[in-house]
Nanobody
Framework: QVQLVESGGGLVQAGGSLRLSCAAS????????MGWFRQAPGKEREFVAA????????SYAGPVKGRFTIFRDKDKNTVYLQMNSLKPEDTADYFC??????????????????WGQGTQVTVSS
């Protein structure tokens, strides 16, 4: 059983930056993909970004493209989400996830087997 622990959330003003981290308790296999999802109050969980562990290919949701960057540290079994130019609409609980989806399904929450507990991000206007 792999445990994922997120950190780095907080309160930031619009236009500011935050970096989220997600550390896995075990070595991540090369076939895996790690993703970030978010869920705002009263809304469904939505895809934010994903990275394939082996070739570091990335995917981003439209609203965050160009502002967010996902990257990983293979030696630390950790994935990061650098969030720049934050907007109030980015306010949500952010969750990291680990799975082995095919590229076409990496945006789907159901394709991931392991989830972190979430970290809250609040962007004030």
């Amino acid at each position: 059983q792999v445990q994922l622990v997120e950190s780095g959330g907080g309160l930031v003003q619009a236009g500011g930056s935050l970096r989220l981290s997600c550390a896995a308790s075990a070595r991540i296999f090369s076939s895996a993909t790690m993703g970030w999802f978010r869920q705002a109050p009263g809304k469904e969980r939505e895809f934010v970004a994903a990275i394939a562990w082996s070739d570091v290919s990335t995917s981003y949701a439209g609203p965050v493209k160009g502002r967010f960057t996902i990257f990983r540290d293979k030696d630390k079994n950790t994935v990061y989400l650098q969030m720049n130019s934050l907007k109030p609409e980015d306010t949500a609980d952010y969750f990291c996830a680990l799975g082995s989806p095919i590229p076409q399904t990496r945006t789907r929450a159901g394709a991931y087997a392991y989830w972190g507990q979430g970290t809250q991000v609040t962007v004030s206007s």
